[in-house]
């Protein structure tokens, strides 16, 4: 005869409950957790500003407007602007010595524009391009 051994069932662990306390950790956690805040760096950043007459004396400008043209506060003619151009003998300085400001309204048709642009480069000067607003030079 045989004897039949009884199959034993293995207990189960019911884990419904680890997701009720996980859930309860995670809650406690975020409410607990303090949260630190960037304070940053001060910093003692130079002034932007710069006195004007300094930016005259190192970079000459030339005021542009459909009307007329103004080189170093006087109103010129495009030959004019030539002849002080390569007066200056720009090809010879450093480049940092060679940039001329080109300040230009809108309104300043093409052609003017284009002659102004090529008597700047022609006489070994490097361009600076400022826009106005308005076309009241």
Known sequence: MRIRSKKRSSPEID????????????????LTT????????RLDAPAGTQDESETAEENPTVNLSSSHIVFRNK???????????????LPEQPEDDRIVVLESAEDVPY??????????????????????EGGDG
């Open 15 to 30: 884990v419904s409950a680890f997701a009720d306390i996980a859930f309860l950790l995670i809650i406690f956690f975020i």
């Open 75 to 89: 109103t010129v003619t495009l030959d004019d602007l030539r002849r002080e151009l390569r007066a200056m003998e």
């Open 111 to 132: 052609e003017i524009y284009f002659q102004v642009v090529a008597a700047i480069t022609d006489a070994g000067g490097v361009l600076a391009v400022m826009e106005k």
């Open 34 to 41: 303090t949260f630190v805040r960037h304070q940053g760096t």
